[in-house]
């Protein structure tokens, strides 16, 4: 019986085992999302988490199994990994600060994941976002459907959270969303934002509306000049589970990522954030919405920083 179930049960690999790497574990784990392989180069960390995860298990309900490796070993044949592997930001840095140290750590993890779980589908987390899944798309040879980007999920769970703050309403009963590159050029579109079908424009001041939008485009900085020793790690989590569930559940959710544009909104060869169906095909359809002048000009900025990343590491 025992042996059976572990056969049906999705496997999860994080790649990167700290701060955001043990919250996923957890929240994976009491979802039952499938087993769970915590992956870090700094020995002892993987398994000690997986240990103290895995002895929680009585008491949080969950029947999966947590192992923790310093090798990829573990994670042959794993259906899903969740990469986290590389430095997050210190205050002052911004996100794009990150690329040197984490494009070599990219560079590693794609090759272990290639030769490992040839046919998995991989969310990346790892900062500057746009540019470290696409380095991930090139450096795995994978499908541009199975290699996707958590930025937007946060990003308008953000929004979402200050809207709801400032209405005194169930976040449940707010929805948004954020396009473009995960950084300061980030796009929210407050025009597709609404509480319970009712346009934003309804209930809050354009002025309102515009300071919650510049909190969000700093949410992660704000986070980082909190804590002072790295960045946000539970809204970052709780964003890649929703993604991970929609994927291995095949729910076909409708949901902010970033994911290779070939054509879409007149952008070619690139990633950015965009609303796309996530199912068990990883990124199985770009959705294209109608954006005005202003909102097309935000994406345009957005997209020429992220070129400009990705023109460095000379991805295209
Ligand atoms: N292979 C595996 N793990 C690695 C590697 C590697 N080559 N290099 C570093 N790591 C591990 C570190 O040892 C560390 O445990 O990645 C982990 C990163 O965890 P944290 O430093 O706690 O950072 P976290 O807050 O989890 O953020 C990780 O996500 O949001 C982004 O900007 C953030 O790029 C950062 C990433």
């Known amino acids: 019986m025992g042996e059976n179930q572990r056969k049906t049960r999705h496997k999860v690999s994080l ?44 008491l949080g309900d969950f029947d999966v199994q947590l192992k923790g490796s310093d090798g ?22 911004s996100r794009d600060d990150l690329l040197r140290t984490n494009t070599e750590i990219v560079k590693k993890v794609a090759e272990n994941i290639s030769q490992y779980s040839p046919h998995s589908t991989i969310i990346v987390i790892t900062n500057p976002l746009d540019v470290m899944t696409q380095l991930m798309l090139r450096m795995t040879g994978f499908s541009k459907k199975r290699v996707v980007g958590m930025a937007g999920v946060l990003d308008t769970s953000r929004f979402r959270s200050f809207v709801a703050m400032e209405m005194g309403v169930s976040v449940e009963d707010v929805t948004a969303l954020v396009m473009g590159g995960h950084g300061d050029s980030m796009v929210p579109l407050p025009r597709y934002c609404n509480v319970s079908g009712i346009p934003l424009t309804a209930f809050l001041s354009q002025e309102k509306i515009d300071e919650i939008v510049e909190r969000t485009r700093n949410a992660g900085t704000e986070i980082v000049g909190l804590l002072k020793s790295g960045s946000a790690y539970y809204s970052p989590a709780a964003a890649a589970v929703e993604m991970a569930e929609a994927i291995l559940k095949d729910k076909k ?10 054509g879409e909104y007149g952008i070619q060869g690139y990633y950015l954030g ?8 990883g990124v199985e359809r770009v959705i294209e919405v109608e954006l005005n002048d202003a909102e097309k000009r935000a994406l345009k900025k957005s997209l020429e920083h992220v070129k400009s990343l990705v023109d460095q590491l000379h991805l295209n």
């Open 274 to 281: 965009v609303p796309v169906i996530l199912g068990a095909g």
């Open 72 to 93: 990829y070993e573990a994670t042959k044949d794993s259906d899903l990994y969740i990469v986290t592997a590389g430095l997050p930001r210190k205050p002052g840095m």
């Open 15 to 58: 790649i990167g085992a700290g701060q955001i790497g043990g919250t996923l574990a957890l929240m994976i784990a009491q979802r039952e999302l499938g087993d769970v392989v915590l992956v870090d180069i700094t020995d002892g960390i993987p398994q000690g988490k997986a240990l103290d995860l895995l002895e929680s298990a009585p």
């Open 253 to 262: 959710r409708l949901l902010p990522c970033s994911a290779y544009l070939e």
